[in-house]
């Protein structure tokens, strides 16, 4: 969904991208915190740059985003697709139905890239170690877990925080 939307403050856009950039380099207390609010501050400018526009605002639906967030509050359970239709109350079919919809991917891929993205803010911002990360992501083996991530992001773990903290 890629779409070019016009801005209406851009002086607030280059001010609170300076302020996440400052946050990043300082790292003060609860930096994490801040940033992510400054993030959430500038989707929102977004929406009420796109509603000035007489543009409508993507929202995806209430099914979809209940999927995403019993997703990410059970990562360590590794449940598969069928437990979360049956927490939902719909089927296995509905989930891919509106995970392709929101995504162009299955359930399973949609957690597939959510266990990806969440391994990958562990390896960087938590200090915990390969197998610690695997167990907290519901890995039961560590060699099983860094095969799984290498799969879907070309580089081990290690590999991972090398390229990046460089």
Do not use: C
Not at 52 to 70: Q, R
Not at 87 to 107: F, M, P, Q, R
Request: proline fraction near 4%.
């Amino acid at each position: 969904m890629n779409e070019k939307i016009t801005i209406h403050r851009p002086d607030f856009f280059t001010e609170t991208l300076k302020q996440i950039e400052d946050e990043i380099n300082e790292k003060p207390y609860q930096y994490l915190i801040s940033t992510h609010s400054l993030v959430e501050l500038l989707l929102i400018e977004i929406n009420r740059s796109k509603i000035a526009n007489g543009d409508e605002i993507w929202k995806p639906d209430a099914l979809f985003l209940k999927f995403l967030e019993n997703v990410r509050r059970n990562f360590s359970q590794n449940y598969p697709v069928s437990y979360f239709a049956d927490i939902l109350g719909t089927t296995e079919a509905k989930l891919n139905e509106v995970s392709k919809l929101h995504t162009n991917k299955t359930a399973l891929n949609v957690i597939y890239s959510l266990i990806i993205s969440e391994s990958k803010r562990l390896l960087l911002y938590e200090k915990l170690t390969v197998k610690e990360i695997a167990y907290q992501l519901g890995f039961n083996d560590p060699f099983y877990f860094s095969n799984f991530f290498k799969k879907h992001t070309s580089l081990s773990p290690k590999d991972y925080q090398k390229a990046v903290k460089n």
